[in-house]
């Protein structure tokens, strides 16, 4: 609709202008500002002037080396053994001072495989940061799909016509207005080794036959834990972004179906799910987003703890750029935060593009 | 609906409905369990977690526990604080933003379409990837006050409301909203002479209820429930919100009855809240959605 009355250069400049300026600011900029330090030695508050530093921090957050040994042997050439498996020099020795291996001084051991008689050693700069890394890509491969099935789940119930359905639309939805702050706090009490309501609920539900459990002080369970609870609060937003997509579907081609004699899972396999195909690539994509995010339940619930088991790249980046006022090092985080996010999108875009 | 009613038919329902009410136990039973818990005793709560008692105000049941979060924390600071911050976010961005949609969608202007692909970009900027370098930002921004020129925004009230009166997805909702609109109505009006402003406040404004709302929902519960910025940049107890204060509460010792109390106390409001707007709720969660 351009046109003579429409057209105002100074009208769009002023009405647009402030919003603009601030996402400037306030988005763009701390973005710009994220690449940037990330190459510095910037801190919050430092005597020193900033200078550049080139791929430091990526290299001290990044680097990795491997390491592969040969059991040790004794005078005879027999492997010594140590509790019954072979003894193998300590990656120590080769880490720590070691003039023939300058490439992994100060790097820790991440995990060892066996093959071969012989053992590689994989060692990380940073294994802290390595293991938050490992975590963060768990908690969203497993929430991804989970939650918005579940999600999925829920709008095929809600969307039945039935009498008082609002009812419970509006219960499944409540968790998403409580914060996750909140959530979290409640949730560690119901998680609760001695006392918990979830240790009380499964011990009278299989009467005494599961022992109690520590949920969120044990590293195999602690992960977990938070997983349930994340989806919990959050699989209600998820329910009603599908129950919108099943509403644009046009009830004549249920009618049709119906005249048709298509069976249920007939009726979802060639209506419903062609049907819900945009609205399921946008919900992988925000979940995944959302969940790359992970920080508020680790804050409250675990600290990253115990033994690293709930270490997520948010927290750690927290960890460096709040906690040790390290921004540059933070900001190194957030940059690889933004390739992981990104790229995923990307991938989950392209694998689920129209087919033509 | 034509009701034959056959035992079948009969069976189907029940079956139905109990699943639903299965499910919405699922969903309830943690936030019954905190009003209930925030009545009671430590001791008397965590013994009453072995039991159904557990969901139900029986026992030694008094507001103790809130007179008690009083006096550990200063509770009503925080309150007032999460609701000048919220409330003030939420206006100017509802002001900020439907000015940019206007702008964008009804006013012909030289670089609008490089402008508001930029801020649909901004969409995928997840804001944990920017709180870090905001955060060296904040420490060292500019600022005109009654005290003249002064540099570092932490520890203020501007700190927790400017940078978040903007952002991309409120602008894109209204332009989406905007988009709607009979566009003839507004050239319409053009012709006949009235002004930008006139048009934008008479004309659209009237006829943006529901995307305000939207907007307005949003942005109340996004700011209403933050935590990672005020963490970092609240230090003083005097300007921290209370999703910060909850911090006094699970420290060492944690008093399971106080943080019930304190957790009722600032979530029970909202839930009211999203219970009497239910349907403006969901409609504004659905809406994120269905244009995306």
Redesign the interface.
Known sequence: ???K????????????G???F??G???????L??IA?SFTN?R??SPNPTEWVGLSNYEALLGLGTLTLEPEKDATGAVVMEDGEPKFPATRSFTRGNPDYPQLAGMREWFSFDHGGSRTFVLARDVVFMTAVVNTFLFVIIVAPVQAGIALG?AL?IN?R?RG??V????????????????S??????YDG????LN?LLSAVSFGMIPQIDWLGNPDTALGAIIGMSI?QAV??HM??W???LQ?ISPTLYEAAAIEGASKTQVFRYITWPGLRN?AV??LI?IT?QA??L??QI??MTNGGPLDSTQTI?FQ??E???VKKD?SG??A???V??VI??SI?LIQRWLTREKS | MAMIASDNHGLRLVTRYAVLVLIAVIFIFPLVFMLMSSLKPDQQLLQDSGSLRAFLPVGDISLQNYTKAFERAPVLTFVFNSLLVTGVTVVLSLVLCSMAGFAFVFVDWKGRGVLLSVLLATLIVPFETIAIPMLLLASKLPWVGMEGLSYGWLNTYRVQIVPFIADGLTVFLFVQYFKDLPGELIEAARVEGASWWQIYRKIVMPLSGPILATAAILKFLTMYNQYLWPLMVTQEEGYRPVMVGLQYFFQLNVAWGEVMAYLSLITVPVLAFYLYLQKAFIASIASTGVKG
């Open positions: 609709m351009a046109s009355f429409t057209r105002s250069n100074r009208t769009g400049f002023l009405m647009a402030p919003a603009v601030l996402i600011c306030f988005v763009i900029l701390p973005f500002f994220a330090f910037q919050l508050m829920l119930l039945q039935l359905i609002n419970f639309r509006a219960i499944y939805f409540m968790p998403v207005v409580v914060s996750i702050v909140v959530v706090l409640l949730w560690r009490l119901i001695q006392s918990g309501l009380n919990w209600g937003f009603v972004i129950l919108s997509g644009t609205t946008l919900i925000v987003m790359f995010g920080f508020a804050d409250v948010v980046a927290v460096r750029g709040y921004i933070g900001s985080i957030s940059v935060l933004f996010v990104l999108s």
